[in-house]
């Protein structure tokens, strides 16, 4: 079986990477602080294993911030235009990567699976049919298919090993 693979880039052309795989979980975020730190009405981030992205070109910076958890969270930026392309999240660390989907050539590769914060978008957003939307957050076992949610288990069974 052939694996998906997805490239994507800043807005300058400076940093390009590939994915492989598809992503475990995708999020449409509407939180007040991804409001903030992206200046728009909310980010689509998919989450995918961080050993599955590859950088190939260009430099990227290290911006810790805050996240909705109240804990913090790194977005990794380029270096040359400042274009967000992965944040790190407290709860996995380094071992999962948040991917703008908007930094993929083809974004629409990806949907989202939950649209999330629902309670702090915009008034004048429409969330989109058949997607699943929460308030705020909400239980992965309620949404993943098993294969996802299977993933980010051991995800989380390695961070809590200690490792990332």
């Known amino acids: ?63 810790v911030v805050q996240g909705g958890s109240g804990k913090s969270h790194t977005i990794f930026r380029c270096t040359q235009c400042g274009t967000a392309i992965w944040s790190q999240y407290s709860r996995l660390g380094s071992l999962s990567s948040g991917l703008r989907a908007g930094t993929l050539d083809d974004p629409g590769s990806v949907t989202p699976d939950v649209v999330i914060f629902t309670a702090s978008k915009m008034p004048w957003v429409t969330l989109p049919e058949g997607i699943p939307a929460f308030p705020a957050y909400y239980d992965f076992a309620e949404v993943l298919p098993p294969d996802r949610l299977a993933r980010l288990q051991a995800l989380v069974a390695r961070r809590q090993a200690g490792e990332g």
């Open 1 to 63: 079986m052939n694996e998906a693979v997805r490239e994507g880039g800043c807005a300058c052309g400076h940093v390009r990477y590939r994915v492989a795989g598809e992503p475990m979980m995708v999020h449409n975020c509407h939180c007040r602080l991804c409001q903030q730190q992206t200046g728009s009405t909310s980010v689509v981030n998919a989450f995918f294993e961080s050993e599955r992205i590859e950088l190939l070109t260009g430099e990227l910076t290290r911006h």
